[in-house]
C-alpha cells in the first residue's frame, strides 16, 4: 500500500470510497450524507486549507483521510482529521493506523501544531488522539457526542487549553456533522 496525496483526477473514486465504507457500516442513508460531505469538501474548500491523503494499491484506493483547516482565536495552527474511510475489506489490516499517521506526519512538515478528530475515542488513541473538553478546545458547532472531541499535539509541546471560539471549512459549519 502507497499513501500519498490525493491527484484532481481521483476525486470521483475518493467519494465513492467514503459512500461505500460508510453505508457498509453506519447505512446508506449515513453512507450517502458522507460521500456529500467529501464531494463539497474536495469542491469548497482552498487548497491552501485542506489536504487529502490516500492509500493506493495498483490505481485503487483503499482509505482516504481529508485534513482541513481548523481556526482558533489564537495562532495556533491546527486541523481537523475526519472523515476517515478505510475499504471495508481492508479494515482491520492497519490501513487505518498508517494513513493516519501519514497525514498526521505530513500536517507536522507543513508546520502545524495541533490536529483535532471527532469519533471513537478508542480508535483514535492507537495514533496519539487523547479526549479534550469543549470548555478548553471550543468546537466549532455544538458537539452531540463530547467524550469523541479528541486532539493531539503535533509538537514537542503537550496540548494546552486554546481560549477563543473555533471556525471550520464551510462544508463542516452544519450542525449534522457535529
Known amino acids: 500500500m502507497e499513501y500519498k496525496l490525493f491527484r484532481p483526477e481521483q476525486t470521483q473514486q475518493i467519494i465513492e470510497l467514503f459512500t461505500r465504507t460508510f453505508s457498509d457500516s453506519e447505512g446508506e442513508a449515513e453512507g450517502k450524507a458522507i460521500g456529500r460531505l467529501v464531494a463539497d469538501l474536495l469542491a469548497t474548500t482552498s487548497c491552501a486549507d485542506r489536504y487529502v491523503v490516500v492509500a493506493e494499491k495498483e490505481n485503487a484506493i483503499f482509505a482516504s483521510i481529508l485534513l482541513t483547516r481548523l481556526s482558533y482565536d489564537s495562532p495556533e495552527q491546527a486541523f481537523l482529521v475526519a472523515p476517515v474511510a478505510v475499504a471495508t475489506e481492508v479494515q482491520g489490516k492497519g490501513v487505518g493506523q498508517a494513513i493516519l499517521n501519514y497525514g498526521l506526519q505530513l500536517l507536522r512538515q507543513e508546520g502545524v501544531s495541533l490536529a483535532f478528530t471527532y ?27 463530547p467524550h469523541g472531541w479528541l486532539a493531539q499535539s503535533l509538537t514537542e509541546q503537550p496540548l494546552s487549553a486554546i481560549q477563543g471560539s473555533s471556525h471550520c471549512v464551510a462544508a463542516f459549519n452544519k450542525p449534522e456533522f457535529w
Open 119 to 145: 469519533g471513537d475515542p478508542n480508535y483514535y488513541a492507537k495514533v496519539g488522539f487523547e479526549p479534550v473538553l469543549e470548555s478548553d478546545y471550543a468546537a466549532p458547532l455544538p458537539l452531540s457526542y
